[in-house]
């Protein structure tokens, strides 16, 4: 009996002992809430502090890091602060931080956003009771000079902009083509690019279909798989067998911002035999300026009629067209246009029922245009334009 009662007595000492030694965890207190710093813009005699703005302001052109705010303000009371300026014109100016130290300060305001119009915009900088104006004077873009073979050279169609503001009509010029294209309709308005010779070559079909991760963040990106059993091919606008030269030149035909849910027939018969033509044009000693576009909603395919694939993010086009000014090869090429250029315009519905013979399809650069309220060809020679735009290929 002794010896059981000794054993519950170490036991109990043990118990006793570990319980003497167990520490309960201290939390903490929590940070002392941040200190606002005071400040004023105001130097010793009550007078703004001079705002620097640095930077160039073009209408259409985002800001960069050089684009910001330098001016002197006097810290009384270290702590943090922040600071923000709406232009109410697209850009704005923001920051934030702390100031670890009192008396005069260095402060810089970096810029953010793009210039929508031309304007002296007249603003403010308020803080703490202060209040400073200056003034920050918007550019008009500068004129493109479009030299040989630019893929924009015979104009711009609906005057894209790269610009955000413009998500619907919004340029991005390429090295292998230039392309308008519509945010929320997912396809390109219209795409073009230049052709001759050297453009084509012995690289093969890359077939790497793939989002475009160039367009503005934000802006949803359409797959690869974005038209899978919906019926309708994935037309190119710009053709894989246009851009054989290298495999960059071909890979890029295969993003997503060039290609447009077309109906197999159209794209594999008609469409495809027009592409073989102007190609062939190409290789007998021709230079193709091209511009490919769509117009309205609804297709018929393989498996009926659509208005939008991909969970309606991606319209389906009613029509598809094409038009292509037509040189021998030279330089100088606006001064070669005359009234003997020829012009090639077609008209296409998004369709199955549709003959093979592109031919049938031909109209006049006018009457797309009535379709489509574009200006097509705007840099064609003013003495030329009108007829030019006016007739219809018969060859």
């Known amino acids: 009996m002794l010896k059981y009662t000794t054993i519950a007595f170490l036991i109990f000492i043990a118990v006793s002992c570990k319980k003497e030694t167990t520490t309960t965890p201290v939390t903490p207190p929590p940070p002392p809430p941040p200190v606002a710093a005071v400040f004023t813009l105001l130097d010793a005699a009550g007078n703004c502090n001079p705002i620097r703005v640095e930077g160039t302001y073009i209408v259409g052109i985002p800001l960069e890091p050089t684009n910001r705010l330098v001016f002197t303000i006097n810290v009384t009371t270290p702590g943090t602060y922040s600071i923000s300026i709406s232009s109410g014109n697209g850009y704005g100016f923001n920051a934030s ?45 500068l004129p493109i000079v479009y ?17 955000t503001d413009s998500a619907n009509n919004y340029l991005m010029r ?50 690869e798989t974005a038209y ?26 295969f993003l997503m911002t060039n290609i447009i849910p077309q109906a197999p027939t159209n794209n594999q018969f008609a469409w495809a035999r027009l592409e073989d033509s102007l190609r062939r ?61 020829r012009v090639i315009a077609v008209d296409i519905p998004n369709t199955n029922a549709i003959g093979f013979n592109w031919k049938n399809y031909r109209v006049s650069v006018d009457a797309i245009e009535a379709a489509t309220g574009y200006d097509i060809l705007s840099k064609l020679p003013q003495a030329f334009q009108a007829d030019l735009e006016a007739r219809i290929d018969n060859l």
């Open 97 to 141: 931080g702390s100031f670890i130290a009192r008396g005069e300060q260095l402060l810089i305001i970096p810029g953010s956003g793009t210039p929508a119009n031309s304007a002296i915009n007249n603003l403010s900088l308020t803080s703490q009771g202060s209040s400073c104006a200056f003034s920050i004077t918007i550019l008009s873009p």
């Open 281 to 341: 044009l190409a290789t007998m000693g021709y230079e193709v300026y091209i511009v490919m576009g769509t117009y309205g909603v609804g297709g018929t395919g393989n498996i009926g009629y659509a208005t939008s694939v991909d969970a309606g993010r991606v319209t389906v086009p009613a029509n598809i067209w094409k038009v292509a000014v037509i040189l021998p090869n030279g330089d100088n090429d606006s001064t070669r246009v005359n009234l003997a250029t």
């Open 228 to 253: 899978s059993n919906s019926g309708f091919d994935k037309g190119h606008n710009t053709p894989s067998g246009d851009r054989t030269a290298n495999v960059d030149a071909n890979s890029s035909t």
């Open 174 to 223: 390429k090295p292998y083509n230039a392309i308008s294209y519509s945010r929320d309709r997912g396809i390109p308005n219209w795409v073009s690019w230049h052709l001759y010779a050297p453009d084509l070559g012995a690289i093969s079909r890359q077939d790497d279909f793939r989002a475009d991760f160039s367009l503005p963040a934000g802006w949803y990106q359409v797959p």
């Open 147 to 163: 030299d040989d073979n630019d893929h924009m050279y015979f104009g711009n169609p609906g005057n894209a902009a790269t610009n």
